[in-house]
């Protein structure tokens, strides 16, 4: 089990802008770390997810605004012209395989999440 802490959360206007990080305990190099979200009442949706030699993968709705990045197991994402509909719970993960935005949300690929930090995009 890898241990994960998000930080960075936090309220910002429609059109800003914020950056998350998240560090794993993992003494190894991590292959697969992504971030997923979730609102109350939905499903965990996917948002972003980058491969160990740096590719990445994001969700369509969020292509262009957001930016995943990585040093070693710590993990950031530059989230920009942030939209109401951003507004979520947003979980830093670390999977096992399958390294797509898409498949973050699959608990039984993850290796590890955090606990969360909220996002709210007031318009």
């Known amino acids: 089990q890898v241990q994960l802490m998000e930080s960075g959360g936090g309220s910002v206007q429609a059109g800003g802008s914020l950056r998350l990080s998240c560090t794993a305990s993992?003494?190894?190099?991590?292959?697969?770390m992504g971030w997923f979200r979730q609102t109350p009442g939905k499903a965990r949706e996917g948002v972003a997810a980058i491969v160990s030699d740096g590719s990445t993968s994001y969700a369509d709705s969020v292509k262009g605004r957001f930016t995943i990045s990585r040093a070693k197991n710590s993990l950031y994402l530059q989230m920009n012209s942030l939209k109401g509909e951003d507004t979520a719970m947003y979980y830093c993960?670390?999977?096992?395989?399958?390294?797509?935005?898409?498949?973050?949300?699959?608990?039984?690929?993850?290796?590890?999440w955090g606990q969360g930090t909220q996002i709210t995009v007031s318009s």
């Open positions: 993960a670390a999977a096992r395989s399958s390294c797509l935005a898409s498949t973050m949300p699959l608990l039984s690929n993850l290796l590890g």
């Open positions: 993992a003494t190894y190099s991590l292959y697969c």
